[in-house]
């Protein structure tokens, strides 16, 4: 594992030793609101062990992209959450024009708000092979009415703006793009007793998914004691998913 940039970026960048400059399948991982992509590096070192290069670009406004603003970022974690999944084609350049990415074999994984990310870069980005999206959501324009609502609590009534807000993440948004979703191995992971991000808009996601007969590619965990935390059956899981289809 080292620490480089992507432009000026930083990222922490995993890859087995003997393999570390030779075309990998290759995950871009996004970890969580206010978390940080060290925190998100040990499932980036599992990965790694088993075989794959992993990518855990740093989010705007956080770790050096970030200036100490915290009042400013609370506002700000659909805007964080948007430029995540715009900034991936970056990512995903830079790695191929070293030649470090396997006959494009590129998957995408997050925690938290890596999740979201994940589900919205699967949405839009069809160059991608598989995904694995922990604790997230892709219903953006509904659940930013209770998550994080971009204009705080105490705006809440205010339709007007809320919604010129949010209207940036409407093309983002899966909920009138699920088949996008479905013609791909995908892995929602979520824990039952999630305090931050609902248990039910994976349940959701897999229940629209299924009512539309477009669930054969889902891998679906949903973990009866977990809370808004990564258990190591979750991390575990991931990396066989990814073993498996990508």
Known sequence: MTEERIGDIPAIHAAPKERFDAPLPTIFLFHGYTS????????????????????????????????????????????????????????RDHYASRGLIEGGRIGVAGTSMGGFTTLGCMARYRWIKAAASYMGSGYYLD??????????????????????????????????????????????????????????????????????GLAGDLTYMADPNATHKLPMSAATGGVAFFTRYL
């Open 143 to 212: 659940l930013s009415r209770t998550l994080y609502p971009p204009l705080g609590l105490c705006h809440a009534q205010n339709e007007a703006e809320h919604a010129r807000r949010m209207q940036p993440l409407t093309e983002y948004d899966v909920s009138t793009q699920l088949d996008k979703l479905a013609d791909r191995p995908l892995l929602v992971w979520h824990g039952m007793r999630d305090e931050i991000v609902p248990f039910g808009e994976s349940e959701r996601l897999r229940a629209d998914l299924t009512s539309r």
């Open 36 to 91: 940080s992509k060290e925190l998100n590096s040990y499932l980036g070192y599992m990965l790694a062990q088993a075989g794959f290069r992993v990518i855990l670009p740093e989010a705007d406004l956080h770790g050096a992209r970030f200036d100490g603003n915290e009042a400013y970022r609370l506002t700000r974690f659909w805007d964080i959450l948007r430029r995540n999944i715009d900034e991936l084609p970056l990512y």
